[in-house]
């Protein structure tokens, strides 16, 4: 169990958003925990891992670079064919770099790490972090302190980055009787917490921000890849078996959300990337976890793609309605096209 000492691996996952990542370990570098390593896996092609290591490291920035030890997390590993190691300019912090065979999509890229992780016995808990959030200082501490009252999945107070005054959701509750997914607690005041009636409709924690204990990751396995984007962390949440839970409130994490495949805009605006995943994913998942009602599922799925085509946007009904499709014929893993041309490099 999480104690005083508790050994915390950071998992970020980035797709070319330097800035983000930039931000992000900002914002780390003034936490008041310090027993903490950073493992950030770039998705996104040679390219983008040259170009995340020069916005992060060098005179003035925010990291600087080490000379590669000893430690087996600092070579190549199954699936990060490079790992640059750094450390906060300000602190004793090591955090590495990991370039992607290929794009893994959420689930990998965590996973990419999570994996060799789980042959080191240098930590205790593993928070997955959108690399679009911004952690106050206290949140490490605060999601530690609560994994350690007995909870295997600890979230926090997810704020809206424009709004930062109110909570984005305390978790994620999946409807058995439409498919879809609510979230709990949204737009309620920050500080607040959940009742017990909301705590005990929560089915996961946000992957924009989840801690998960070694114990959780050992006995429930890594993130399902096969979703590519959404929908991993409710099936993470959704195997979680023996394991509670929780939620701290005076952890505080600034979400901006969306950057990486402009899912943070208004529904008829949303790229093809996200409509698709969206729409697909939810189908992958009822067929998983809902047996027969899977169908029930499609249905009320072609209702909100219908809502596309009644503000005007044609091209994204038809995009959910593939997607939609798609999952029904249980396709998974990374799409490299779809309706409109869109791919994902």
Not at 124 to 142: I, M
Request: charged share 25%; with cysteine; aromatic share 8%.
């Amino acid at each position: 169990m999480p104690t005083v000492s508790t050994k915390l691996a950071i998992i970020i996952v980035s797709y070319r958003n330097f800035d983000d990542v930039n931000r992000c370990l900002k914002s780390l570098a003034r936490s008041d925990w310090d027993h903490f390593e950073v493992f950030i896996c770039e998705n996104g092609g040679d390219g983008a891992y040259r170009r995340l290591l020069a916005t992060l490291a060098g005179s003035g920035r925010t990291l600087q670079r080490m000379s590669d030890g000893a430690d087996a997390l600092d070579r190549p590993q199954k699936r990060l064919v490079s790992v640059g190691k750094c450390r906060f300019q300000n602190r004793a912090n090591v955090v590495r770099v990991g370039l992607a065979s290929e794009n893994l999509g959420y689930g990998g890229g965590v996973n990419a790490w999570l994996e060799p992780l789980l042959g080191d016995p240098g930590w205790d808990a593993a928070l997955v972090l959108n690399p679009d959030t911004e952690a106050d200082s206290r949140s490490l501490s605060e999601l530690i302190a609560k994994s350690a009252e007995g909870f295997g999945m600890v979230g926090g107070s997810l704020v809206f980055d424009a709004t930062p005054d109110k909570i984005i959701n305390y978790g994620l509750h999946w409807s058995r009787a439409t498919g879809r997914v609510v979230a709990i607690g949204r737009n309620a005041p920050v500080g607040s917490a959940p009742s017990v009636e909301e705590l005990d409709r929560i089915d996961a924690v946000s992957g924009a921000c989840v801690l998960v204990t070694r114990a959780f990751v050992e006995e429930v396995g890594l993130m399902a890849e096969d979703y590519f984007l959404y929908m991993e962390d409710l099936d993470w949440g959704r195997r979680r078996g023996k394991h509670r839970i929780g939620f701290a409130s005076k952890a505080i994490i600034r979400h901006i959300g969306g950057t990486t495949i402009g899912s943070a805009v208004a529904p008829e605006k949303r790229s093809h990337l996200s409509i698709y995943l969206s729409a697909r994913n939810s189908i992958l998942y009822s067929r998983r976890f809902a047996g027969w009602r899977w169908l029930c599922h499609f249905g009320v799925g072609l209702l909100f793609a219908a809502r596309y085509m009644l503000r005007g946007s044609v091209s994204a009904a038809r995009v959910a309605f593939v997607g939609l499709l798609d999952g029904a014929k249980g396709k998974t893993g990374r799409p490299d096209a779809m309706p409109g041309g869109q791919r994902l490099g």
